[in-house]
């Protein structure tokens, strides 16, 4: 099976958000008074990957 390039931007997107998510674990270590700006980081890399999953389920997977 090729990957579409639906799927590619749904894997984009997961593992876009996931980085992000990442950063915001660094962010909150590295900086003091870093966890505001870490749950806005975390919120946003949930958002993200969560858009690729629904990407990727509604559009890139093949349906039955």
Same mark, same amino acid.
């Given at each position: 099976m090729a990957a579409t390039p639906? !799927?590619? @931007?749904?894997?984009?997107l997961q593992a876009l958000g996931?980085?992000?998510?990442? !950063?915001? @674990?660094?962010?909150?270590i590295s900086?003091?008074?870093g966890m505001g700006?870490?749950?806005e980081f975390t919120g946003i890399g949930i958002a993200v990957f969560l858009a690729g999953y629904i990407v990727e389920v509604m559009w890139a997977r093949p349906h039955e």
């Open positions: 639906v !799927f590619i @931007l749904a894997k984009v996931i980085a992000d998510v990442g !950063f915001a @674990l660094y962010v909150g900086q003091p008074h700006k870490e749950y």
